[in-house]
């Protein structure tokens, strides 16, 4: 924490100790468990992304009954010893989310968080079988989004996927010689993804100041020029290549972002101004996972998602 505050993009860890000894702990996923809002810097309350809708719309419903853990994807972590004294500072508990994933935080300055807890314990008296609901009261964290700042830009959820755009922006604004890049987000699967090349994977389109689409380069002019007539895996393009997504760990930050080319490499750039950058991905979802499903694959589209870019 710096200042007393988390930063936007930094990776929250929770972790449960106990004072009363040894304790084993069941928590759902991420729709059960926790639940979360965010005011902003105004007051009100900050819009969610796409993720951030899947964080506790099931609070209420959180399950104790043994026998039906595994299909409310419930993992188990284990409370010992109190924090710091018996067990130190570190945290190596379960990852939880960057606030900028959950939450549109399109303004800078100071926001504050409200996070709830809650798990399956042991009850209290030890002789009696099952677990009971633990749920702990909301806690208060700032955190802070400085002047300039990386940012997510998420599409909506496709087969319980998700593509985001990573950036820098300063003042809400994207610049083109920055370095983007794409990642993909996936909660509660364990799929295998395969991802087309830029001539197949992605399309792009940039609007000017004037509403006109911008001439493309020769490097743009080969970015989505398959992308429609995608369908199979079996019927790519020649020379096309695919990038292995593999979420089998069942962790969605397992698969790292990747780069997109510049911006100012892909159009013919000349007036300052704001801009508009439209972009579209799809990628293969293999469904060998999924016992009885009459498709090998499924291509899963995602709708254009608009950023704003400065060229000062």
Partial sequence: MANGAFLF???????PFSNVGYRRILYGNVNYAFRVKMLGPDGKETARTELGKEYGFRFD??????????????GMIEAEG?????????????????PQEL?????????????????????KNTNEPGYEL????????????????????FSSTNHGVYVAIIGTKSNGLAGFDDGLQWRVFCENQSPMLESPDLSSGFKMKLQGPDGKDVPRTA?????????????????????????????????????PAKPLPLLKNCFDIKEAGIYALEFQMQLFRLNYMDPGTNKSEDLLRFPPMTIKVNFP
């Fill in 134 to 153: 633990m749920r702990f009261p909301p806690m208060k964290i700032e955190v802070e989004k400085p002047l300039t700042a990386s940012f997510f830009d």
């Fill in 103 to 123: 939450f549109q935080m399109e303004q800078c300055g100071m926001y504050r968080m409200e996070l709830e807890f809650q798990v399956s314990g042991p009850h």
């Fill in 219 to 255: 490097l743009g002019r080969t970015i989505g020029v398959n992308f429609d007539a995608l369908q199979t895996l079996d019927k790519l393009p020649p020379g096309s290549k695919l990038t292995e997504l593999n979420f089998l760990s069942g962790t969605y930050n397992s698969v």
């Fill in 82 to 98: 109190s924090y710091g004294a018996d067990v130190g500072d570190e945290f190596s508990g379960q990852f939880l989310f960057k």
């Fill in 61 to 74: 419903q959180l399950i104790t009954d043994a026998s039906e853990r595994s299909s409310r994807g419930m």
């Fill in 9 to 15: 993009d930094d990776m929250l860890i929770w972790r």
